[in-house]
C-alpha cells in the first residue's frame, strides 16, 4: 500500500525558509518520480517542483532559484527545501507520485508566510 507522509510546513517571515519532507512507502523509492504541488486559497494546485529517480529536477518558474527538490534514498525520504519565502508562496503544499498507474497524494501541510 502506498502511503506519502508530509510535514514541515509552519509560520514564517518574508525572507525566511522551510524544509519540507515527505515519507514515501509503498513504492519503489529508487525509481519512482516525486513532485510537489501547492495550492493557494481560491486558487488551482500547481506543480512546484519534480524529482526523479535519478535525481534530475525541474521547478516552476517562480519557485527556481529559491527551491531546492532532493530525496534521500536510505530515508525514502523527499524534500523540498524552501528559501527566501514570499507571502505569494503561502499554500498547503502536497507531496505527490504516480505508481503503477494510479495516482498518490499525502496529506498536506500548509505553508504561511506572513509578518
Known amino acids: 500500500q502506498v502511503r506519502l507522509v508530509a510535514s514541515g510546513g509552519g509560520l514564517v517571515q518574508p525572507g525566511g525558509s522551510l524544509r519540507l519532507a515527505c515519507v514515501s512507502s509503498?513504492?519503489?523509492?529508487?525509481?519512482?518520480?516525486m513532485k510537489w504541488y501547492r495550492q493557494a486559497p481560491g486558487k488551482q494546485r500547481e506543480l512546484v517542483a519534480r524529482?526523479?529517480?535519478?535525481?534530475?529536477?525541474e521547478y516552476a518558474v517562480s519557485v527556481e532559484v529559491r527551491f531546492t527538490v532532493s530525496r534521500d534514498y536510505a530515508r525514502t525520504t523527499t524534500y523540498l527545501r524552501m528559501n527566501n519565502l514570499k507571502p505569494e508562496d503561502t499554500a498547503v503544499y502536497y507531496c505527490?507520485?504516480?505508481?503503477?498507474?494510479?495516482?498518490?497524494w499525502g496529506q498536506g501541510t500548509q505553508v504561511t508566510v506572513s509578518s
Open positions: 524529482i526523479d529517480g535519478g535525481g534530475s529536477t
Open positions: 505527490f507520485t504516480r505508481w503503477r498507474e494510479r495516482d498518490f
Open positions: 509503498g513504492v519503489n523509492f529508487r525509481i519512482a518520480t
